[in-house]
């Protein structure tokens, strides 16, 4: 049986124009994971695990409130208390765990009806301060591809972002391709553009195993980049932005018009 999980591998690049032009582009891959097929996943092969060590892995604790209650029933309660009908399956677009360790600035959830239809999109974004919030965007039933969605920035991500800055997300759902695209503009307009596109591999032992020997320090390349990229911003001397409090809730919900 085919599955509707997959791997997808790519490219990640961030565009930011001011006060200094600062650009990065970095080749990685991520994994989409069905949240009904952790099973299947966790069975089926051998370089893959859920919840256990393994060359690459998915943990549902690294995700959601990190408690062990299941991630989908989770997100189907954020869902639920946003008034969001969904009802149909739930992928996450994320970093595996590789070798043990992972770290995700950005995963991103698609909520489906059970028709099919996506009902609504959750940006779920950690910090490298230890904190995590969500963003989470109901579908417009008229939208196409890309899906076009904004909000108010309300978690403080970049040491070198302020908070007064608005978020435009265009959105190629998984299928043979993905991609993510998130704009940050503040009053002067667009201040940064960040991009993931990644073409679809299937799931398979071959396939899991290429993608470790391609990227085997896929965890320290995210979090080692990060600090790296960081260095040159700062020598091109853009200033810190103070850290407010997080917000007091876990989730920013943006209903559509």
């Not at 959601?64 to 969001?84: N, Y």
């Not at 990229?229 to 007091?248: F, V």
């Amino acid at each position: 049986m085919s599955l509707r999980s997959g791997l997808y591998t790519g490219l990640v690049t961030h565009a930011r124009t001011r006060p200094r032009r600062h650009e990065l582009a970095y080749r990685v891959y991520t994994m989409l994971i069905d949240l009904d097929e952790l099973e299947a996943l966790d069975r089926r092969f051998r370089w893959f695990s859920v919840d256990r060590f393994n060359l690459l892995a998915f943990h549902g604790r690294d995700h959601g409130d990190g408690s062990a209650r299941p991630l989908k029933a989770q997100i189907t309660a954020r869902l639920a208390e946003a008034g969001i009908a969904a009802g149909g399956a739930i992928q996450v677009l994320c970093y595996p765990r590789v070798l043990g360790g992972v770290f995700n600035p950005l995963s991103t959830y698609f909520c489906h009806r059970p028709d099919g239809s996506l009902a609504a999109v959750l940006y779920e974004v950690n910090n490298t301060f230890g904190q995590r919030h969500s963003y989470l965007i109901e579908v417009d039933t008229a939208s196409d591809r890309p899906i076009r969605q904004h909000c108010d920035k309300a978690f403080y991500v970049s040491p070198f972002m302020a908070m007064d800055m608005r978020y435009d997300f265009a959105i190629h759902p998984p299928a043979e391709d993905v991609s993510v695209t998130v704009r940050g503009s503040d009053a002067e307009g667009t201040l940064i553009t960040a991009n993931f596109t990644g073409a679809r591999r299937e799931v398979s032992d071959s396939t899991l195993l290429a993608a470790f020997l391609r990227h085997p320090l896929l965890t320290l390349k995210v979090v080692g980049g990060i600090h790296w990229e960081a260095l040159k911003i700062i020598g091109k001397g853009i200033g810190l932005q103070r850290r407010p409090p997080p917000p007091e809730r876990a989730v920013t919900v943006v209903r559509s018009r």
